[in-house]
DNA sequence: TCACGGCGATTACAGATGTAAACCTTGCGC
DNA sequence: GCGCAAGGTTTACATCTGTAATCGCCGTGA
């Protein structure tokens, strides 16, 4: 495959699913949470109740994407891929599949339907000056 | 919501899949075209049978993303969303999930993560000077 | 006219996902 | 010592997705 990258999910094969990803999110927001603190996080922005959350946290433990590390008789989750990792996965995921894999294509496509703001631009400029230097 | 499109796929509703995007990839590339015609642009490509083809077809036609104009006996099917439009959602959603809704934030990833090429650069670059023209 | 091939519609079915209840084990407080 | 609460593990189950096979209709060529 084109992507030479090995440092994320790619890794784990397995992928993360949009359910999954919110309680990512937690994790790297502050690692070393039990499920009842990641629920508190979670539960009541998406619904949800701890007993799924349990559920999600087990299965990013099975796809390698999350540890728990004991801690008495409970655990302690923290996230195991990076969410620059993750982040770039799914960024490029969306490059490669609808812009052809150019990233240009894409920031051509967001300026273009003003998804950029006036302010979005300058930061822009300003990191490709940043880049350039 | 910061979302004031109403010409997408949010008008329908139903999210459009994986695999029916690529079919719709090929009723974008030329609209009007039979199932067996889809078929000969993406069959081959995913290792799909042309029965795929047909059931990917109608969950499209139900969820409202393409039209079929009866044409005799069978039909020709064509896009009833514009790609524009398609990959606009898709990319606001990308931001809004990852990166907090702030586009500015993606690029700057995609830079950081070297996904952006110097050519990339530069043609990020000419189009600033042409949006703020 | 009659079987056959092309085509949409219906049905199938396994695996992924979202969401959670039920169950089981174990330390803790009474 | 014992039941309860907390926490993980197992099971459940409806949808959604991917991928087809099958059914039924009909126009066409023999």
Redesign the interface.
Same mark, same amino acid.
């Given at each position: 495959m084109t992507t030479s990258e090995d440092s994320n999910e790619a890794r784990t094969g397995e992928r993360i699913t949009d359910a999954e =990803?919110a309680v990512m999110e937690v994790l790297w927001d502050r690692p070393r949470q039990t499920a009842a603190e990641v629920c508190e996080d979670v539960c009541a922005a998406r619904g949800w109740s701890l007993a799924t959350v349990k559920t999600l946290l087990s299965r990013l433990v099975q796809k390698g994407a999350v540890a728990a590390e004991p801690d008495g008789r409970r655990f302690l989750y923290s996230p195991l891929i990076a969410r620059?990792d993750y $982040?770039?996965g %799914?960024?490029?995921r969306? $490059?490669d599949? &609808?812009?052809g894999g150019? /990233?240009?294509s &894409? $920031? /051509? =496509?967001? /300026?273009e339907?003003e998804?950029?703001t006036a302010?979005?631009?300058d %930061?822009? %400029?300003a990191?490709?000056k940043e880049?350039?230097a």
């Open positions: =990803h620059e $982040v770039g %799914e960024s490029r969306l $490059v599949r &609808l812009f150019s /990233a240009a &894409l $920031v /051509a =496509h967001l /300026a339907s998804a950029l302010n979005d631009l %930061e822009i %400029e990191l490709l880049l350039r």
